[in-house]
């Protein structure tokens, strides 16, 4: 079946510092991929998506490309901020419509003045 | 922020009781999800409906069983509660003006003793 990989936190950055999370996947056809987080007490939000191979998402100075060949969907930020302290969550949905997400495990991010 | 309310936001209970929790949407989406997050584990979907009355499980449904017999809400109830189903819950809903895009609940946090 569908699945998200993600690389294993916590990650300590101090501010101004460069972010990579890394995210594969597993699926059978041509999914689209997510990028949720989730500050603390919260529930998740989307913070950028891609539907198609080579598409950029973008979103807050986040960016992650859809790439087929690795099937891998990493998010960048390049100047990371206290602000952004939260868990980074990878998704994928295979079909079309609105079918159930497969999400990673999550990746806690903290930031460092 | 999308008109999405958990209830109730913390239980505790003892081990084979039964529990409900509830979602209830104002956005008037077609779709809503049950996920519960654990360390380790992420998101893992429990049940989701697709219309009133049309539910379908997730990977993790045994010991659930969810109901919707209107649009705006959607009940999750745990038969028998074990010390397994100690968790955070939380509601999601989408609906296909958004794509696929998910908007999440505050979430429910149940400690089952």
């Known amino acids: 079946g569908d699945s998200v990989t993600q690389m294993e936190g916590p990650v300590t950055l101090s501010e101004e510092a460069f972010l990579t999370i890394n995210c594969t996947y597993t699926?059978?056809?041509?999914?689209?991929l997510f990028w949720y987080v989730q500050y603390p007490g919260e529930g998740l939000q989307l913070l950028l998506k891609a539907t198609k191979a080579d598409d950029k998402g973008s979103n807050k100075g986040f960016e992650a490309t859809y790439r087929k060949e690795t099937t891998s969907f990493h998010l960048e930020k390049g100047s990371v901020q206290v602000s952004d302290s939260a868990v980074y969550f990878c998704a994928l949905s295979d079909r079309p419509g609105n079918t159930p997400l497969v999400f990673g495990k999550g990746t806690r991010l903290s930031v460092i003045a | 922020d999308a008109g999405i309310t958990q209830s109730p936001r913390h239980k505790v209970t003892e081990t084979g009781t039964p529990v409900t929790l509830r979602c209830h949407q104002t956005?008037?989406?077609?779709?809503m999800y049950w996920y519960r997050q654990d360390p380790g584990h992420g998101l893992r979907l429990i049940h989701y409906?697709?219309?009133?009355?049309?539910?379908d499980k997730g990977e993790v449904s045994d010991g659930y069983s969810v109901s919707r017999s209107k649009t705006e809400d959607f009940l999750l109830t745990l038969e028998s509660a074990t010390s397994s189903q100690t968790s955070v819950y939380f509601c999601?809903?989408?609906?296909?003006?958004?794509?696929?895009?998910?908007?999440f609940g505050s979430g429910t946090q149940l400690s089952v003793l």
């Open positions: 699926a059978t056809g041509y999914p689209s």
């Open positions: 956005e008037n989406h077609r779709y």
């Open positions: 409906s697709y219309g009133v009355k049309d539910t």
């Open positions: 999601a809903i989408s609906g296909t003006e958004k794509g696929m895009e998910l908007f």
